[in-house]
């Protein structure tokens, strides 16, 4: 009997032991057979790779097998962000860690793809980013801002009573961080305005 821990769109997990989780893609029916194994492979050894390239906190991974497209990864025992954010008396320490670990994953070209306080966990001193199923490689700008986009509207989401500040901190310890910290908040600035047109735009 598998002890799952969260069943996705496209992958279980589920812990092997106490110190080890398990994450395996799924098949999808409603997928060609042949696509959807060569899908599946291609984004088990995609999030493989990205984990074990990226010098931020993540999981340690201790098995990639794509044949049966799963990877064996360190289970971390902590908590979720998205849990203790709001409540933590030390909320500017965490959105610093935050932006710090955002900031070395762009430096290294990686894109989370999900960034939410939900794929973030606090174990101990140390913030663990979790959950690159839709992480890739890429060295735009852009595909940092929009990565930096989806954070906000997460804080903006989850944590409205704070999002503001905490935005702020997360921000401030990016841009200290981050190789090309200016470009990237300028275009995300961009990349708001234009998601504000397009909203004007279908409300007129």
Do not use: W
């Not at 906190?57 to 201790?62: E, T």
């Not at 959950?131 to 490689?137: C, P, Q, R, T």
């Not at 989850?158 to 981050?178: F, G, N, P, R, T």
Request: aromatic share 4%; net charge positive.
């Amino acid at each position: 009997m598998k002890d799952i821990i969260k069943i996705g769109a496209e992958a279980v997990l589920y812990k092997k032991n106490s110190q080890t989780l398990v994450k395996e893609r799924v098949k999808k029916s409603y997928r060609l057979s042949d696509l959807d194994e060569t899908l599946r492979k291609r984004r088990t050894r995609r999030e493989a790779k990205v984990l074990q390239k990226t010098n931020a906190n993540v999981p340690n991974v201790s098995l990639v097998d794509d044949k049966t497209m799963l990877i064996e990864m360190e289970f971390i025992n902590g908590d979720v962000v998205r849990d203790v954010l709001d409540a933590s008396p030390n909320q500017k320490k965490i959105c610093t860690m935050i932006g710090e670990q955002i900031a070395t994953i762009h430096n290294e070209h990686i894109i989370h793809g999900d960034l939410t306080t939900s794929n973030m966990m606090l174990q101990g001193e140390k913030l663990v980013l979790i959950d690159f199923g839709l992480a890739f490689f890429s060295h735009k700008v852009e595909d940092k801002a929009v990565d930096l986009r989806l954070l906000k509207q997460a804080l903006e989401s989850k944590h409205y009573k704070h999002a503001e500040v905490l935005i702020e901190d997360v921000l401030a310890s990016y841009l200290k961080k981050s190789d090309d910290g200016d470009e990237v908040l300028k275009r995300l600035e961009k990349v708001e305005n234009r998601g504000r047109y397009k909203r004007k735009g279908k409300g007129s």
